[in-house]
């Protein structure tokens, strides 16, 4: 148990429909992201919130749509997807310095949720 | 952008035998991370590491920032070993930063 959570953990949808995957941390973070894990492919960054700002987009298209209503609770809304959007999808969070310089902190992963887009 | 490079890419042993990972990567870097996927997919946090030597267990950790490389020690290697190990480090300065991850070593620990 890494304190953060996702759900669902399996999703298996239509390439019309429109789905959330959800992720909540409960570590007191305010930083949280989004990763993609495919098949034969390293993990890559999709999304990165900071103090519920989106400071990334890893050039990820817009049929992935991201939403941080808080600092705890992060979202990737999905339509009109792909099959090869099929991949595990991590969501990790982060402590950040906010206005103070310093090291980059440790990151934590959910469990991930498998998508399978038929 | 940071080029990670994990190397071997499959290894396989005997239970009780001890191993070695290798992380390089392209550019100075000022945080390192280790994690195992378990089969399930489950990244579990190794190592925060920016340099220097850290042990948990029958693990252990080196970063040589200056050389642009990490090694992961893995001794008395137990079934429950087995996954895939990944390196990552922070794609720019810090804070609130995505990390860039190798392709992973894929361990085989056999009774």
């Known amino acids: 148990e890494t304190g953060v959570t996702q759900t669902p953990r399996h999703l298996v949808m239509g390439m019309t429909n429109k789905k959330s995957l959800k992720c909540e941390q409960h570590l007191g973070h305010n930083a949280m992201y989004w990763y993609k894990q495919s098949a034969k492919k390293p993990l890559e960054l999709m999304f990165v919130y900071n103090f519920k700002e989106q400071t990334e987009n890893n050039s990820v298209p817009s049929r992935f749509s991201p939403e941080c209503p808080n600092s705890s609770h992060l979202f990737l809304h999905l339509h009109t997807l792909q099959p090869e959007d099929s991949a595990l999808y991590l969501c990790a969070s982060s402590q950040d310095w906010g206005d103070s310089p310093g090291l980059p902190y440790e990151q934590y992963f959910g469990p991930g949720t498998r998508l399978t887009v038929t | 952008g940071i080029q990670v490079e994990q190397s071997p890419p499959d290894l396989i042993l005997q239970e009780g035998a001890n191993s070695t990972l290798r992380c390089n990567f392209s550019?100075?870097?000022?945080?390192l991370q280790w994690f195992h996927q378990n089969p399930w997919g489950q990244l579990i946090n190794l190592f925060y590491?920016?340099?220097g030597t850290k042990q948990n267990g029958r693990l252990s950790a080196t970063t040589v920032a200056t050389e642009r490389y990490s090694l992961l020690y893995i001794s008395s290697s137990q079934t429950t070993d087995s996954g895939v190990y990944f390196c990552a480090v922070p794609n720019s300065g810090g804070g609130a930063d995505g990390l860039t991850f190798g392709k992973g070593t894929h361990l085989i620990i056999q009774p």
């Open positions: 590491i920016p340099s």
């Open positions: 550019d100075s870097v000022n945080n």
